[in-house]
Nanobody, 122 residues
Framework: QVQLQESGPGLVKPSQTLSLTCTVS??????????YSWIRQPPGKRLEWMGA???????YYNPSLKSRTSISRDTSKNQFSLQLSSVTPEDTAVYYC??????????????WGQGTQVTVSS
């Protein structure tokens, strides 16, 4: 029933900030006990969990990306967002949002967005 959809620019210039929004329908992002995650997959590479925000508002990050990553939410719009600063071409990937009962990469039984391609290029 719950659905998630990513949105944002598909092209970002190097050194700028990548910003994406996930719109959630069919369930409140404040409803216990879910975590709302961002995951990405660069071409030819494995899925990488970036971070998440919990139903009560606490945010968590992959240590390898923490210094550049910020996850926030807007409960009035039932949305959560991703900001990745100082991007390089290595940040080019398909970006997904998802909902799960735990941190880390959600499973196939969890709710995923369809993904959105983001390319970092000048």
């Amino acid at each position: 029933q719950v659905q998630l959809q990513e949105s944002g620019p598909g092209l970002v210039k190097p050194s700028q900030t990548l910003s994406l929004t996930c719109t959630v329908s069919g369930g409140s992002i404040t409803g216990a006990y879910y975590y709302y995650s961002w995951i990405r997959q660069p071409p030819g590479k494995r899925l990488e969990w970036m971070g998440a925000i919990a139903y009560e508002g606490t945010d968590y990050y992959n240590p390898s990306l923490k210094s550049r990553t910020s996850i926030s939410r807007d409960t009035s719009k039932n949305q959560f967002s991703l900001q990745l600063s100082s991007v390089t071409p290595e940040d080019t990937a398909v970006y997904y949002c998802a909902r799960a009962r735990r941190l880390g990469i959600p499973t196939g039984d969890d709710a995923w967005g369809q993904g959105t391609q983001v390319t970092v290029s000048s």
